[in-house]
């Protein structure tokens, strides 16, 4: 599951400046055809001596300003509508469930350390080759490493983009990614970031039981950057597990995802990584439910090249 948010945005607004260039040309071509209609009528007036030629040069001025006027007014009211349009859209688009829950749980220490670990990932990659023309992919990631070893998804970072992570949590501090690790099976969708650090980088631990083992209706936090406004603690429960190998397994939890939440990290209460966000799935019932990815450790990504380094 994609997200690319400031696409969707772009296309938004460039529908509206459309619209609005659309009724404007519209409006100025009905003011030039009853402006004719009116010379048509003052000429015709002239001709039969019915206005002199100060009479006409003051109705021409009235009528203009009128028409000005009425301009005005219309593109403030299209403008106003449009406002409000694209308002309740941001609104409607707003995580709000995610964000008063995420205040119900900030007196949580487990969770408010895991929040200093979860980072904010924006990859930029340039259109056609046109520097000043960019897309721009938004989603979350976890430092398991105090060395800086990012865990992320693969189709947040993949492709030859410009990538910035920053530690909205701790000190809003931002790191330079030296290199990239990417899954080589597309339907694996994990990725991993080699940022640079002056010094230990706050982390999480990775859950070292067997994550098939874990009971259904299990509670869980996912951790993350949804519509990239900040980072959000959500609280929910194992829904189903879908073993793949002895190191991969596939989560269902009953968590609201938004666009930004993909590599977000779903810990246990001990505040232990199980996963990362990659997915949602529509139930029966209409409701999204979350799906991740388990993490049994970096060794064991690594060493089965489940990702491996890419330039």
């Not at 000043?132 to 993949?158: A, Y």
């Not at 874990?214 to 597990?241: F, H, M, Q, W």
């Amino acid at each position: 599951m994609n997200y690319v948010e400031d696409k969707l945005y772009q296309s938004e607004l460039f529908l509206i400046i459309k619209y609005l260039l659309l009724n404007y040309i519209l409006v100025v071509t009905l003011i030039n055809k009853r402006k004719k209609g009116n010379n048509k009528e003052q000429n015709d007036n002239f001709f039969y001596g019915d206005l002199d030629e100060e009479n006409l040069f003051e109705e021409e001025q009235a009528e203009r300003k009128k028409h000005v006027r009425w301009i005005a007014s219309f593109i403030l009211i299209i403008f106003v509508i449009t406002v409000f349009t694209s308002f309740f859209k941001v609104v409607a688009k707003f995580p709000i469930t995610t964000y008063f829950e995420s205040l119900t749980l900030r007196d949580n220490q487990t969770i408010a350390e895991v929040k200093e670990s979860v980072v904010s990932i924006i990859a930029r990659e340039n259109l056609n080759n046109i520097d000043f023309i960019t897309s721009q992919t938004s989603g979350t990631g976890v430092n398991i490493d105090p060395s800086g070893k990012v865990l992320t998804n693969r189709h947040v970072i993949e492709g030859d983009k410009e990538i910035t992570v920053n530690f909205r949590e701790s000190n809003e501090t931002t790191a330079r990614v030296k290199g990239k690790k990417i899954s080589p099976n597309s339907s694996i969708d994990l990725a991993l970031l080699d940022i640079e650090s002056d010094g230990e980088l706050p982390y999480v631990d990775i859950y070292n039981g067997k994550i098939e083992n874990l009971n259904t209706d299990k509670e869980v936090y996912v951790v993350g950057n949804p519509r990239g406004i900040g980072v959000l603690a959500s609280k929910g429960k194992i829904r189903d597990i879908n073993k793949i190998n002895d190191y991969l397994s596939i989560i269902e939890i009953d968590t609201k995802i938004y666009p930004g939440h993909s590599g977000s990290p779903v810990v246990n209460s001990e505040g232990e990584l199980l996963g990362i966000i990659y997915a949602s799935r529509k139930t029966s019932d209409g409701h999204r439910n979350g799906l991740f990815i388990s993490i049994s450790s970096l060794d064991n990504l690594l060493t089965l090249n489940l990702i491996r380094f890419s330039k």
